[in-house]
Nanobody, 122 residues
Framework: QVQLVESGGGLVQPGGSLRLSCAVSGSTFNYYTIGWFRQAPGKEREGVSCFSNRDGSTLYADSVKGRFTISRDNAKNTVYLQMNSLKPKDTAVYHC???????????????WGQGTQVTVSS
């Protein structure tokens, strides 16, 4: 059974930082690429950052470039999203997903995590 479990969300002031973690079970890590997506109330889901299925390079939405960094620890089967200089518009539920991602983190998703709330507010 494939599982993705996010952690690390919370309430942070504008300009602050958070690091999200996505623990990936089973063999998912070897067969899928992992990405982070977010959805704010009343808005469509947005691909935030992911690893490309073509060459493993990192991809970012324009709205987070220079502020967010995706990384992975293969030994721990964990993917991280370091979020710096957070803004109120970053407020959303953040999900990690296992899929087959390429340009703009598009592509089919095989599995979703349950999500973690990130709220940026003073």
């Amino acid at each position: 059974q494939v599982q993705l479990v996010e952690s690390g969300g919370g309430l942070v002031q504008p300009g602050g930082s958070l690091r999200l973690s996505c623990a990936v079970s089973g063999s998912t890590f070897n067969y899928y690429t992992i990405g982070w997506f977010r959805q704010a109330p009343g808005k469509e889901r947005e691909g935030v950052s992911c690893f490309s299925n073509r060459d493993g390079s990192t991809l970012y939405a324009d709205s987070v470039k220079g502020r967010f960094t995706i990384s992975r620890d293969n030994a721990k089967n964990t993917v991280y999203l370091q979020m710096n200089s957070l803004k109120p518009k970053d407020t959303a539920v953040y999900h990690c997903a296992a899929g087959d991602f390429h340009y703009a983190c598009s592509g089919p998703v095989g599995y979703w995590g349950q999500g973690t709330q990130v709220t940026v507010s003073s």
